[in-house]
C-alpha cells in the first residue's frame, strides 16, 4: 500500500468513526436542545460525506491519476462539508433570518462550483479540467473563506447577548465557539494548499484530520451544557422587538410601577429562586409577568448592571452568608446551594468580586 493510499484509508476510517461518536453521543445526553440536534446531525453529514469522498478517491484513484483530477473531486467535496461544519455553528449562536442568509450564500456558492465543474467537463473532455479548475479553486476558495469567518463573526457578535441575558458558565461555549472554530479556520484556510500541492497533503491532512477529532468532541462536550444558551437564543428570537415595540416598551418602562417590579424582584430573591443554575433573564421576566426587554431596561436603569452581573452578585452575598453560618459547608455545597453550574465557576466570581478565593474569605472572617 503506497504513501497516498495509506492516508486516504486511514482517513476514510477516522472520519467515519468522528461520524459514528457524533451520532452516538445522543444516548448520552439527557437533555434534547433542537439547535444541538439539528448541529449535529449536520456534522454527522459531514462526515459520513468526507468518508464517501475517501472511498471513491481509493476505489477511482482520482488523485493517483493526477493531481488536477484529485483536486478537482477534492473541490467537489470540501466545499459541501465547509458550508455543513459553518452550518452547524452558526445555527448553535445564529436567529433563522441569518442562516437564511447563511443557506443562500452556501447554495449559490456550490452551485457555481458546480457549473464552473461542469463547463470544464463539456470543454475538456476529461476530467482535466485546465483553467477551469483554477476558477474552482477561486470559488472555493472564497467560499471557504465566508463560511469559516462567518461563524466566527458571529460567535464573538453573540457573546456580549448571552453575558447579559444568561448567568450559567458560559466557559464551554465559549471554548466551542472561539477556540474550535479558531483551529478550523486556521485548518480550512490551509486546504486550499493541501488539495492543489500534494507533498502538502501528506503534512497538513494528518494534522487537520487530529484538528478535526478535536474539535468534533469539543462539539460533543458542549451538548451537556448548552441548555441555557439554547434558552436565551430562542428566546431573543421569538421576543425581539422591532422599532415600534421598543418605542412601545420604553413607554412603558416609564410609565410602568417600579416599586411593584422591585417588589416582585425581591419576592423572587427571598424565595431563593436564583439558586436554580438554569435561570435566564427570558425565564425570571416569565416568572414575574414582565416582557424580558423590559425587565432588562429596568435592571440596567435601577441597579445600574447587566442581569448577569446582578445576579451574580445575589448569588456572591448568599455565599458569603453560608460559608459565615455554616463553616462546615465545602465549596462545592455553597456553589450548588446558591445556583453556580460549577465549583471552578463560582471561584472565579467570587474572587472577582471579593479579591479572595472561598476557602481564603472564610479563613479572613473568622480571623484563623
Same mark, same amino acid.
Given at each position: 500500500?503506497?504513501?497516498?493510499?495509506?492516508?486516504? =484509508?486511514?482517513?476514510? *476510517?477516522?472520519?467515519?468513526?468522528?461520524?459514528?461518536?457524533?451520532?452516538?453521543?445522543?444516548?448520552?445526553?439527557?437533555?434534547? #436542545?433542537?439547535?444541538?440536534? @439539528?448541529?449535529?446531525?449536520?456534522? #454527522?453529514?459531514?462526515?459520513?460525506?468526507?468518508?464517501?469522498?475517501?472511498?471513491?478517491? /481509493?476505489? =477511482?484513484?482520482?488523485?493517483?491519476?493526477?493531481?488536477? #483530477?484529485?483536486?478537482?473531486?477534492?473541490?467537489?467535496?470540501?466545499?459541501? #462539508?465547509?458550508?455543513?461544519?459553518?452550518?452547524?455553528?452558526?445555527?448553535?449562536?445564529?436567529?433563522?433570518?441569518?442562516?437564511?442568509?447563511?443557506?443562500?450564500?452556501? /447554495?449559490?456558492?456550490?452551485?457555481?462550483?458546480?457549473?464552473?465543474?461542469?463547463?470544464?467537463?463539456? &470543454?475538456?473532455?476529461?476530467?482535466?479540467?485546465?483553467?477551469?479548475?483554477?476558477?474552482?479553486?477561486?470559488? &472555493?476558495?472564497?467560499?471557504?473563506?465566508?463560511?469559516?469567518?462567518?461563524?466566527?463573526?458571529?460567535?464573538?457578535?453573540?457573546?456580549?447577548?448571552?453575558?447579559?441575558? @444568561?448567568?450559567?458558565?458560559?466557559?464551554?461555549?465559549?471554548?466551542?465557539?472561539?477556540?474550535?472554530?479558531?483551529?478550523?479556520?486556521? @485548518?480550512? $484556510?490551509?486546504?486550499?494548499?493541501?488539495?492543489?500541492?500534494?507533498?502538502?497533503? &501528506?503534512?497538513?491532512?494528518? *494534522?487537520?484530520?487530529?484538528?478535526?477529532?478535536?474539535?468534533?468532541?469539543?462539539?460533543?462536550?458542549?451538548?451537556?451544557? $448548552?441548555?441555557?444558551?439554547? %434558552?436565551?437564543?430562542?428566546?431573543?428570537?421569538?421576543?425581539?422587538?422591532?422599532?415600534?415595540?421598543? %418605542?412601545?416598551?420604553?413607554?412603558?418602562?416609564?410609565?410602568?410601577?417600579?416599586?411593584?417590579?422591585?417588589?416582585?424582584?425581591?419576592?423572587?430573591?427571598?424565595?431563593?429562586?436564583?439558586?436554580?443554575?438554569?435561570?435566564?433573564?427570558?425565564?425570571?421576566?416569565?416568572?414575574?409577568?414582565?416582557?424580558?426587554?423590559?425587565?432588562?431596561?429596568?435592571?440596567?436603569?435601577?441597579?445600574?448592571?447587566?442581569? +448577569?452581573?446582578?445576579?451574580?452578585? *445575589? +448569588?456572591?452575598?448568599?455565599?458569603?452568608?453560608?460559608?459565615?453560618?455554616?463553616?462546615?459547608?465545602?465549596?462545592?455545597?455553597?456553589?450548588?446551594?446558591?445556583? &453556580?453550574?460549577?465549583?471552578?465557576?463560582?471561584?472565579?466570581?467570587?474572587?472577582?468580586? @471579593?479579591? =479572595?478565593?472561598?476557602?481564603?474569605?472564610?479563613?479572613?472572617?473568622?480571623?484563623?
Amino acid at each position: 500500500m503506497d504513501n497516498l493510499l495509506l492516508i486516504q =484509508f486511514s482517513s476514510m *476510517i477516522l472520519t467515519f468513526f468522528i461520524g459514528l461518536m457524533l451520532a452516538l453521543s445522543r444516548v448520552h445526553i439527557s437533555t434534547i #436542545v433542537s439547535r444541538y440536534e @439539528t448541529s449535529r446531525w449536520m456534522m #454527522v453529514c459531514s462526515m459520513l460525506i468526507y468518508s464517501i469522498h475517501y472511498l471513491l478517491q /481509493i476505489l =477511482f484513484g482520482f488523485r493517483a491519476s493526477g493531481d488536477d #483530477v484529485g483536486a478537482a473531486v477534492n473541490i467537489l467535496f470540501y466545499a459541501p #462539508v465547509a458550508y455543513l461544519l459553518s452550518f452547524s455553528i452558526v445555527n448553535l449562536s445564529s436567529g433563522s433570518r441569518y442562516l437564511k442568509r447563511h443557506i443562500i450564500f452556501s /447554495i449559490i456558492s456550490y452551485s457555481l462550483i458546480v457549473v464552473t465543474f461542469i463547463i470544464g467537463l463539456y &470543454f475538456q473532455r476529461s476530467l482535466h479540467l485546465g483553467n477551469f479548475l483554477y476558477a474552482m479553486g477561486a470559488e &472555493f476558495f472564497v467560499s471557504i473563506v465566508f463560511a469559516v469567518f462567518d461563524p466566527f463573526k458571529e460567535s464573538r457578535r453573540i457573546r456580549s447577548e448571552l453575558e447579559s441575558n @444568561t448567568a450559567g458558565d458560559l466557559g464551554i461555549y465559549n471554548n466551542f465557539m472561539l477556540t474550535g472554530t479558531l483551529l478550523l479556520l486556521i @485548518t480550512s $484556510l490551509l486546504s486550499p494548499a493541501m488539495i492543489f500541492f500534494r507533498p502538502l497533503l &501528506f503534512v497538513l491532512g494528518p *494534522i487537520f484530520l487530529l484538528i478535526l477529532f478535536i474539535y468534533s468532541l469539543n462539539f460533543v462536550c458542549l451538548g451537556f451544557g $448548552l441548555r441555557p444558551v439554547a %434558552d436565551v437564543l430562542d428566546s431573543q428570537e421569538n421576543n425581539s422587538p422591532d422599532s415600534e415595540g421598543k %418605542d412601545r416598551e420604553e413607554d412603558a418602562l416609564q410609565g410602568m410601577d417600579i416599586a411593584s417590579i422591585k417588589e416582585s424582584l425581591d419576592a423572587w430573591v427571598a424565595k431563593g429562586s436564583f439558586s436554580n443554575p438554569d435561570i435566564s433573564l427570558a425565564k425570571l421576566a416569565h416568572s414575574i409577568g414582565v416582557p424580558a426587554q423590559m425587565l432588562s431596561r429596568y435592571i440596567g436603569t435601577c441597579y445600574g448592571v447587566t442581569f +448577569r452581573v446582578w445576579l451574580s452578585k *445575589i +448569588r456572591i452575598e448568599e455565599a458569603k452568608r453560608i460559608l459565615i453560618s455554616n463553616p462546615e459547608a465545602t465549596i462545592e455545597f455553597v456553589a450548588e446551594e446558591c445556583g &453556580f453550574a460549577s465549583r471552578s465557576y463560582f471561584q472565579n466570581l467570587f474572587k472577582a468580586e @471579593t479579591g =479572595f478565593t472561598p476557602r481564603e474569605w472564610r479563613i479572613k472572617m473568622y480571623g484563623s
